[in-house]
């Protein structure tokens, strides 16, 4: 038990980090849209499981597995009674943003390949939407506007280039 405090101490230092190159609001959407997805997966595999096609049970199922880990990923204090989500949360927590992009946008794009129905878009549509934030962040912050004329055209120089102020 007290593992899994200190994990989530660590956690939250992490996630109120004043160096961090993103806002708060931003970490949270995708650690919320992870957490929520989850869930929401998990909901809609069981519901999608009474099913009479064997590829919608099987996409149903990948995507109940796919809810838990998701869970287990951005959540492990939900699952805290079992014993080696502590290892699993801290592995996720020094993956790079690009690595949780890539895991998330497979693990929801898969189910809704295998099976177009509501159940697997909307459950694993939004673990799906979770990889897209992560991609973002893993984009990086747009540059300034200085530096981004700057790259698009080599003779532009901010002193002779200013915009008028009318």
Same mark, same amino acid.
């Given at each position: 038990?007290?593992?899994?405090?200190?994990?989530?101490?660590?956690?939250?230092?992490?996630?109120?980090?004043?160096n961090a190159?993103?806002?708060?609001?931003?970490?949270?959407?995708?650690?919320?849209?992870?957490i929520?997805?989850?869930? #929401?997966?998990?909901?809609?595999g &069981? !519901?999608?499981? @009474?099913? =009479?096609?064997?590829?919608?049970?099987?996409? +149903?199922?990948?995507?109940?597995v796919?809810?838990?880990?998701?869970?287990?990923l951005e959540?492990?204090?939900c699952?805290m009674?079992?014993?080696?989500?502590?290892?699993?949360?801290?592995?996720s927590?020094s993956?790079?943003?690009?690595?949780?992009?890539?895991?998330?946008? #497979?693990?929801?794009?898969?189910? &809704? !390949?295998?099976? @177009?129905? =509501?159940?697997?878009?909307l459950?694993?549509? +939004?673990?799906?939407?979770?990889?897209?934030?992560?991609g973002?962040?893993?984009?990086?912050?747009?540059?300034?506007?200085?530096?981004?004329?700057?790259?698009s055209d080599?003779?532009?120089?901010?002193?002779?280039?200013?915009?008028?102020?009318?």
């Amino acid at each position: 038990m007290g593992a899994a405090a200190s994990g989530m101490q660590n956690q939250m230092q992490a996630e109120h980090d004043p160096n961090a190159n993103f806002p708060w609001w931003v970490r949270f959407v995708a650690k919320g849209l992870g957490i929520v997805g989850g869930f #929401v997966a998990i909901f809609f595999g &069981i !519901l999608g499981l @009474i099913s =009479l096609d064997p590829k919608c049970i099987f996409a +149903m199922l990948l995507q109940l597995v796919s809810g838990c880990f998701a869970i287990a990923l951005e959540a492990p204090f939900c699952c805290m009674f079992i014993d080696f989500i502590e290892r699993i949360a801290q592995f996720s927590e020094s993956r790079k943003y690009w690595h949780k992009a890539a895991l998330f946008g #497979v693990m929801g794009i898969i189910p &809704i !390949l295998i099976c @177009i129905e =509501l159940n697997s878009v909307l459950g694993s549509g +939004m673990i799906f939407c979770c990889g897209v934030v992560y991609g973002f962040m893993a984009l990086g912050k747009k540059a300034d506007r200085q530096s981004m004329m700057a790259a698009s055209d080599p003779a532009w120089s901010p002193q002779v280039n200013q915009p008028s102020a009318s």
